[in-house]
Nanobody, 126 residues
Framework: QVHLSESGGGSVQAGGSLRLSCVAS????????MGWFRQAPGKEREGVAI????????YYADSVKGRFTISQDNARNTLYLQMNSLKPEDSAMYFC???????????????????WGQGTQVAVSS
């Protein structure tokens, strides 16, 4: 089991920045995929940014490329999402997710991830 705990959400004006953090504990799997997903009211959960533990492939949704950066500190078992130039359409509940090392590619399909945090809310006002 992997326990994930997010923090860092909040309310900002358009153009502002936030950094989300996700601390993983328990059975963290080497070379597994971890990432950030978001879900706005009435919309499906979508992959935002995903990375393989230890480095390698990185996925970004087209809507966040050039504005968001995913990074990891394996010594602290912490995943980050730096969000710059935020837009009102970025408003959503943001979730950290992880899988147990079976994915060949770090796909943005929420169904491929076994472990989820409780989420942290991001609200961007215009």
């Amino acid at each position: 089991q992997v326990h994930l705990s997010e923090s860092g959400g909040g309310s900002v004006q358009a153009g502002g920045s936030l950094r989300l953090s996700c601390v993983a504990s328990g059975d963290t799997y080497d070379n597994s995929c971890m990432g950030w997903f978001r879900q706005a009211p009435g919309k499906e959960r979508e992959g935002v940014a995903i990375v393989r533990r230890g480095g390698g492939s990185t996925y970004y949704a087209d809507s966040v490329k050039g504005r968001f950066t995913i990074s990891q500190d394996n010594a602290r078992n912490t995943l980050y999402l730096q969000m710059n130039s935020l837009k009102p359409e970025d408003s959503a509940m943001y979730f950290c997710a992880a899988e147990d090392g079976f994915l060949r590619a770090c796909a943005p399909d929420p169904g491929a991830y076994n472990f989820w945090g409780q989420g942290t809310q991001v609200a961007v006002s215009s």
